[in-house]
């Protein structure tokens, strides 16, 4: 593995960490906001480096491709899983983002199946940052809630959140329809290639 995989590696196992640690605190509310936001911030942080590092190192490979948005898949979720479940985050729209990112992962089966390796497009990484500042949020206020801050902009705070995962479903939807007409065109080349 490339120090870019690596990286992308780091994800796998923090996703489940902060899972753990925000389902199942053992320290005190203080103790464990500070520890989550280490662990959001690193995983954050590590799907920006990982690309840029394998970029300028000439290490872009077919399987650091595929092994990027798995991990970002893989650690999104876990967060999301908590927002869900503490009514933060809507679940028809956690649903949808699951219903997508499976999809798209699909997609990518089935395109290794033919040797070909579908990248990043630009409105998967649009709706990955939006997927960051929408758990970005949903933190903020679970972190309000965790620590009995700043009551009057709690409310306030909730329906921004929900806007912003209401703007990342859509966009995951849209991101899809690109990712499909993408696979087709890549489909149609190959077989136009072994033709």
Same mark, same amino acid.
């Given at each position: 593995?490339?120090?870019?995989?690596?990286?992308?590696? #780091?994800?796998?196992?923090?996703?489940?960490?902060?899972?753990?640690?925000?389902?199942?605190?053992?320290?005190?509310?203080?103790?464990?906001?500070?520890?989550?936001?280490?662990?959001?911030?690193?995983?954050?942080?590590?799907?920006?480096?990982?690309?840029? *590092?394998?970029?300028?190192? #000439?290490?872009? #490979?077919?399987?650091?491709?595929?092994?990027?948005?798995?991990?970002?898949?893989?650690?999104?979720?876990?967060?999301?899983?908590?927002?869900?479940?503490?009514?933060?985050?809507?679940?028809?729209?956690?649903? *949808?983002?699951?219903?997508?990112?499976?999809?798209?992962?699909?997609?990518?089966?089935?395109?290794?199946?033919?040797?070909?390796?579908?990248?990043?497009?630009?409105?998967?990484?649009?709706?990955?940052?939006?997927?960051?500042?929408?758990?970005?949020?949903?933190?903020?206020? #679970?972190?309000?809630?965790?620590?009995?801050?700043?009551?009057?902009?709690?409310?306030?705070?909730?329906?921004?959140?929900?806007?912003?995962?209401?703007?990342?479903?859509?966009?995951?939807?849209?991101?899809?329809?690109?990712?499909? *007409?993408?696979?087709?065109?890549?489909?149609?080349?190959?077989?136009?290639?072994?033709?």
């Amino acid at each position: 593995m490339s120090i870019a995989d690596k990286i992308t590696l #780091s994800r796998v196992f923090l996703a489940p960490l902060f899972f753990l640690l925000y389902r199942y605190p053992l320290l005190e509310a203080l103790p464990t906001v500070i520890l989550l936001w280490l662990l959001f911030a690193v995983i954050e942080l590590s799907d920006l480096v990982d690309g840029k *590092i394998a970029r300028s190192s #000439s290490t872009v #490979s077919d399987f650091g491709k595929l092994f990027d948005p798995f991990a970002d898949v893989l650690a999104r979720v876990s967060y999301f899983i908590c927002f869900a479940f503490d009514g933060i985050m809507p679940l028809w729209i956690f649903l *949808i983002i699951l219903y997508r990112e499976f999809s798209i992962l699909f997609l990518r089966m089935m395109l290794s199946g033919r040797g070909i390796a579908m990248g990043a497009r630009p409105g998967g990484k649009l709706k990955a940052g939006l997927y960051m500042v929408s758990g970005l949020f949903a933190l903020l206020y #679970s972190s309000l809630q965790r620590l009995s801050l700043a009551a009057p902009l709690q409310n306030p705070l909730k329906v921004l959140v929900v806007v912003v995962f209401v703007a990342a479903g859509v966009l995951s939807v849209l991101s899809f329809v690109d990712y499909l *007409i993408q696979y087709k065109k890549l489909t149609s080349a190959a077989k136009g290639h072994n033709s």
